[in-house]
């Protein structure tokens, strides 16, 4: 069964941080490299940042320096520290791997909204 369970989104203000959390089924996490995404009102999804089976990461030009992506094989749990939040990170979150097949299932994502 597939299973991607987005947690830890939020409101906070600007500057301020939060962490998300992504438990996924095993056999979509073992191997794969894992991505947030993120859809903001009105665009299209896009992806923040990825990371593969080994660590290495690819951060959006926007996010880095603020976003630090990690993971934990052994819980396939992908997290993602947000720091230094912008109004303009407001979105619903979501993880998936990379690349993201067309007509890949989805999680319920978490809502983040950075406003004071």
């Known amino acids: 069964q597939v299973q991607l369970v987005e947690s830890g989104g939020g409101l906070v203000q600007p500057g301020g941080s939060l962490r998300l959390s992504c438990a996924a089924s095993?056999?979509?996490?073992?191997?794969?490299?894992m991505g947030w995404y993120r859809q903001a009102p009105g665009k299209q999804r896009e992806l923040v940042v990825a990371i593969t089976s080994d660590s290495s990461t690819n951060y959006a030009d926007s996010v880095r320096g603020r976003f630090l992506i990690s993971r934990d094989n052994a819980k396939n749990t992908v997290y993602l520290q947000m720091n230094s939040l912008k109004p303009e990170d407001t979105a619903v979150y979501y993880c998936n791997i990379f690349p993201v097949r067309a007509g890949a299932y989805w999680g319920q994502g978490t809502q983040v909204t950075v406003s004071s």
């Open positions: 095993g056999y979509i996490f073992r191997f794969n490299t």
